[in-house]
């Protein structure tokens, strides 16, 4: 049973979907079930891919990485979503932008999470 802010990607055409209400059904696509993609929390590869949170006076900043991971179009951060204080809020970003997104809100609780079109889903909590 899929929980709610999962994400699952279809491994023959590559839909993405999070789950914003879960229920007892098999999440399928392609006539094949959705593979769940666990966020990953330790970098491991000279790419960087842990969010890093930055917060301020009203804005909470996400950065891709220690080191700016590379937004190339065969390789780059497809969006930045932030859980902050229990709501969702996501940035979605093309090759040639920077890594990173700014959300003009202030939380106590924030989870970052990003998601790389080749080494996919990551997260961490500040």
């Not at 049973?1 to 055409?13: F, I, T």
């Not at 891919?49 to 179009?73: F, L, Q, R, T, Y």
């Not at 969006?79 to 809100?105: C, H, S």
Request: charged content about 20%; hydrophobic content about 40%; overall charge negative.
């Amino acid at each position: 049973m899929a929980e709610a802010l999962q994400v699952y990607k279809c491994d023959s055409c590559g839909n993405i979907v999070e789950v914003f209400h879960p229920g007892a059904g098999e999440l399928v696509c392609c006539g094949a079930p959705m593979a769940l993609k666990t966020e990953n929390t330790v970098d491991a590869a000279k790419e960087k891919h842990v969010p890093v949170i930055e917060k301020g006076n009203g804005v909470i900043k996400v950065k891709v990485g220690s080191v700016a991971h590379p937004m190339e179009s065969a390789h780059y951060i497809e969006w930045i979503e932030i859980i902050a204080d229990g709501k969702v809020y996501r940035q979605m970003l093309q090759p040639g932008q920077a890594p990173e997104a700014t959300f003009n809100i202030s939380a106590t609780s924030v989870t970052a999470r990003e998601y790389c079109n080749l080494h996919g889903h990551w997260s961490t909590q500040g």
